[in-house]
């Protein structure tokens, strides 16, 4: 009988512990899928982050480095430039990477390292509790802004990845998201582009995918992936910023 479906090796059978509606492990799969179609899983190290993902090292099924919140991009700084010949990348949620880890990640970007950034935004403190994030959205109700987020008090939801698209080193920059199916199909092709990048040796990319958060969003996962569409991608736009020239 042919195989028509088959789990990834690039995940380990470790049950995830997502919420119900997280995205997180739809991201999982893309990234597990297209190290094992790229042939690297065995060469390849991830450095996982603080916040919802900092389990990543049970389920991706290659070596993994648990790096303090937000300092992921250092850490891949240095594993990549001991270990050039390995692929490395970053899974950094966007309290990590666009709060306390926004140094760390613009340097690196500006330094033009050679790793690969998978960057998920769902617009809010996921682990600690639904506290209000760079990423959270004008009006969005947390924790800590229950009244909505205040642009007078707080400024504007940072864009990230237009800000990496004005950095020379990022070579590599798309936003994507994954709230259907055809999207996701969109999602993998980035994140496997991003990839290919860092084996030609060309420079620093990143991947931002916007994802959900039913828990700390207060509504269902159906009408998590219905407000991110309607709500977040207004805002933050799809698409690629920055992508080489071919045959550069």
Not at 27 to 37: K, T
Not at 178 to 186: C, F, L, P, S, T
Request: aromatic share 8%.
């Amino acid at each position: 009988m042919a195989i028509v479906f088959e789990k990834t090796k690039g995940l380990t059978d470790k049950q995830f512990h997502y919420c119900p509606g997280c995205t997180h492990g739809v991201i999982h799969r893309l990234v597990a899928e297209v190290l094992e179609e790229l042939d690297v899983v065995g060469k390849t190290i991830g450095v996982a982050p603080v916040g919802c993902s900092v389990l990543a090292y049970d389920y991706f099924n290659c070596d993994m480095h648990e790096a303090s919140h937000g300092r992921a991009p250092a850490v891949a700084t240095g594993i990549k430039r001991v270990l050039p010949e390995h692929v490395v990348f970053t899974y950094q949620g966007d309290g990590d990477l666009a709060s306390i880890g926004t140094a760390e990640i613009i340097h690196a970007a500006h330094r033009a390292e050679k790793f690969t950034t998978i960057f998920v935004n769902n617009a809010i403190y996921g682990m600690t509790g639904g506290q209000m994030a760079p990423t959270t959205l004008i009006g969005q109700r947390t924790t800590t802004s229950p009244e909505g987020r205040n642009k007078e008090l707080t400024g504007m939801p940072l864009r990230m990845s237009e800000m990496f698209a004005t950095i020379d080193g990022a070579v590599f920059v798309e936003r994507v998201s994954v709230h259907n199916v055809a999207h996701i199909r969109k999602a993998k092709k980035a994140i496997k582009k991003a990839f290919e990048i860092q084996l030609e040796g060309k420079g620093f990319g990143i991947v931002e995918v916007l994802s959900t958060c039913p828990t700390n969003w207060g509504i269902t996962p159906v009408a998590s992936l219905k407000w991110l569409e309607e709500n977040m991608i207004p805002y933050y736009p799809l698409g690629n910023f920055r992508t080489p020239e071919e045959g550069k």
